[in-house]
């Protein structure tokens, strides 16, 4: 069973507000993802961490920002939130080299934007 | 482009029996394919990873199959239970970079009956 957390998990917000999805792991990987995932679909990349103080963006576009301050700690950020934000939120973690490196998933957060 | 095919979309089965999933992709260079399991909302958990020598993979009742010549994996569950209702992931990595770049099927929704 992996231990990495998510919080809140379902979350429902109306239009402007700033919102700040929290992940953590106890595992001690460096390597750090957010995923969005809207039913039926397919995982998106977001933003992934090598470690910390490394941030970047991932394969899909996204209005929301990442930190690592800490290696445990990998919150995202919606500074304006908007009914286009409705989604899946899921976090994950990896370590080891990416040929054997299989990723850890927290249990998601649902974000509603009304 | 979704380099990541999955079939079928939903299956529903009988408690008992057993099935397969089917998963082509056409992601290059190959470097590794896993299978993960969803439950309702739920992360992806991993069941299986299979490199480019590996052409079967077995977890309990999953067995993963991988032929990297004709770019096509399955997955096979024996006398499936209750418990095996859930989405089924195929995930391909490549050897493009450093980060091993991750694409995502769709998944197959398997709905287990009594």
């Known amino acids: 069973e992996a231990d990495i957390y998510q919080t809140p998990r379902y979350l429902v917000i109306g239009t402007g507000k700033k919102i700040t999805l929290e992940c953590s792991q106890t595992m001690g990987h460096d390597k750090m993802y957010w995923y969005q995932q809207d039913p039926g679909m397919e995982l998106h990349l977001i933003h992934y961490s090598y470690g910390v103080n490394s941030t970047e963006k991932g394969d899909l576009s996204s209005e929301s920002t990442v930190s690592r301050i800490r290696t445990e700690h990998f919150p995202l950020t919606l500074e304006s939130a908007r009914p286009s934000h409705t989604s899946q939120y899921l976090c994950?973690?990896?370590?080891?080299?990416?040929?054997?490196?299989?990723?850890?998933f927290g249990p998601g957060t649902r974000l509603l934007v009304l | 482009k979704n380099q990541v095919e999955q079939s079928p979309q939903s299956l529903i089965i009988l408690e008992g029996k057993n099935c397969t999933l089917q998963?082509?992709?056409?992601?290059?260079?190959?470097?590794?394919l896993r299978w993960y399991k969803q439950d309702t909302g739920r992360g992806p958990v991993s069941l299986t990873i299979?490199?480019?020598?590996?052409n079967t993979k077995s977890n309990g009742r999953y067995t993963a199959t991988l032929d990297a010549d004709t770019k096509q994996s399955s997955l096979h569950i024996t006398a499936s239970q209750l418990s095996d209702s859930a989405s089924y992931i195929c995930?391909?990595?490549?050897?493009?970079?450093?980060?091993?770049?991750?694409?995502f099927g769709r998944g197959t929704q398997l709905t287990v009956w009594p």
């Open positions: 994950a973690s990896s370590e080891g080299s990416h040929t054997r490196e299989t990723q850890y």
């Open positions: 998963c082509n992709y056409t992601v290059s260079p190959f470097s590794n």
């Open positions: 995930v391909v990595s490549d050897r493009g970079s450093t980060l091993g770049r991750l694409y």
């Open positions: 299979m490199t480019f020598s590996e």
